[in-house]
């Protein structure tokens, strides 16, 4: 594996309703980052793991917002009780922690919540 | 916190001119300096960076050249293609704690055939 993963591609779901995105860094990438990015601007920082530990969360990242890394290898995250503000593309991006490496972005999740 | 401004937002040149988009940071913290390529559905394509040790640095038609005075870092594509179509975005990470990036706001360019 060469990039980082992410599922869905696509994500249509009615207001209320949860959803859940995954993303896959590259293997030997401890650092993971999500970032959300709306029509028209670049993406911003939602939250950071460093292997398995959440170290910073955005203050964009409300109590509906979820985000896990088990065993620092895959991450997911979970929007609860959707809103029609949540709809934006979810993008996440690894990096290794020598910083001479830059991130990776994935193709992101877009979601349109209805 | 960081804040980064991009400018232009939308550029058009003819195919072979060059292209410049110039980006602003208030950090002076900040020591990373990347570009990204997205293309419509697509997540950002990293093509350049560079850290505040240098002043420039080039691949192939993409340069990259940075002033840590005055804070400012442009984006210089030379005998643009067809495939440069895209937005651009600049970027900026502070060394320490999360090195989070900063997004400016975009420039669509557009090459003309």
């Known amino acids: 594996d060469t990039g980082v993963s992410q599922d869905p591609r696509h994500k249509i779901t009615k207001r209320g309703q949860n959803v859940t995105f995954r993303c896959d860094p590259i293997?030997?990438?401890?650092?993971l980052y999500w970032y959300r990015q709306t029509l028209g601007q670049g993406p911003e920082f939602l939250t950071y793991?460093?292997?398995?530990?959440?170290?910073?969360k955005s203050r964009l990242l409300s109590d509906r917002f979820s985000a896990e890394r088990p065993k620092g290898s895959f991450s997911t995250l979970e929007i609860q009780r959707t809103e029609q503000g949540d709809s934006a593309m979810y993008l996440c991006?690894?990096?290794?922690?020598?910083?001479?490496?830059?991130?990776?972005f994935g193709s992101g999740t877009r979601l349109t919540v209805v | 916190g960081e804040n980064v401004e991009q400018h232009p937002s939308t550029l058009s040149v003819q195919e072979g001119d060059s292209a410049v988009i110039k980006c602003t940071y208030s950090?002076?913290?900040?020591?990373?300096f990347p570009w990204y390529k997205q293309e419509l559905g697509k997540g950002p394509q990293l093509i350049i960076d560079?850290?505040?040790?240098?002043g420039e640095k080039k691949d192939q038609r993409i340069a990259v050249t940075l002033n840590k005075t005055a804070k400012h870092f442009s984006l210089h594509i030379t005998e643009t293609q067809p495939e440069d179509s895209a937005v651009y975005f600049c970027?900026?990470?502070?060394?320490?704690?999360?090195?989070?990036?900063?997004f400016g706001t975009g420039t669509r360019l557009t090459i003309i055939p």
């Open positions: 991006a690894s990096r290794a922690g020598d910083r001479n490496y830059g991130y990776t």
């Open positions: 793991f460093q292997n398995e530990a959440q170290l910073e």
């Open positions: 970027a900026a990470s502070i060394p320490f704690g999360n090195e989070k990036l900063t």
């Open positions: 560079i850290r505040s040790n240098v």
């Open positions: 950090d002076s913290a900040s020591n990373y």
């Open positions: 293997s030997e990438h401890n650092r």
